[in-house]
């Protein structure tokens, strides 16, 4: 299904995002010397509700703590697109930045949010999805945004993309050997969790609740798509 050692790149909403979603695949791959990215496209200053903290110091806060968390699952390289937080808008410029990033890195495999996920009620979840998706298919191709090609940039074609977050799962990925790392990582996020052994608490029984459907002690679910055989071309 994949390249052994191909790179992956994780687009995603808000620092946080892909520790809950994918952290425990995310940890198996880097264990098994595939090179990972990240790309945070909200500064993630609406995400908590802590009076003496200003925006500022939140956004500060939220970038350590993703920092941390990507280390813990061995993440290579962490971006930060800075857009406001609940804000993100799918346009052809938030679009052109996350082509350039998928021509720079070259991931053989792409993770991001499910955007057809029924009654999903976080835009900037929705957002994320579609425009990483567009992104997907524009970096592809030499027509799209030609002037990063102008710039040493090359058209780059993903070979398969993990949607999280999705009702309508077609992969399960076996995590019971990185899940501590996983919630490791979660931890590090301790300005979204008023009460952390809870949040845990959910985190564990779910993915335990989806490794039991495949005969696994934990596992995280995913739709996966192959650029390459789309027909919109």
Known sequence: MTEINGKVMVIFAHPDDAEFTAGGTIARWTNEGRRVSYVVCTDGSKGAEIEQLDKEDLVT????????????????????????????????????????????????????????????????????????????????????????????LEVHQIKEIFLFGTDQPDTWVDISSTFNRKIEAIRQHASQMTDPDEVIRHVEEWNSHVGYTQGYSYAEPFKILHPECSICR
């Not at 720079?104 to 998706?133: I, K, S």
């Open 61 to 152: 806060m939220r970038q350590s703590e993703q920092r941390q968390a990507a280390a813990i699952l061995g993440v290579a390289e962490v971006t930060f697109l800075e857009y406001p937080d609940g804000e993100l808008s799918s346009n052809r410029g938030f679009v052109a930045n996350l082509t350039r990033l998928i021509r720079q890195f070259r991931p053989v495999t792409l993770l991001t949010w499910d955007p057809w996920r029924p009654y999903q009620l976080h835009t900037d979840h929705r957002t994320v999805g579609f425009a990483a998706l567009d992104a997907v298919m524009a970096s592809g191709n030499m027509r799209y945004f030609p002037e990063q090609l102008r710039n040493n």
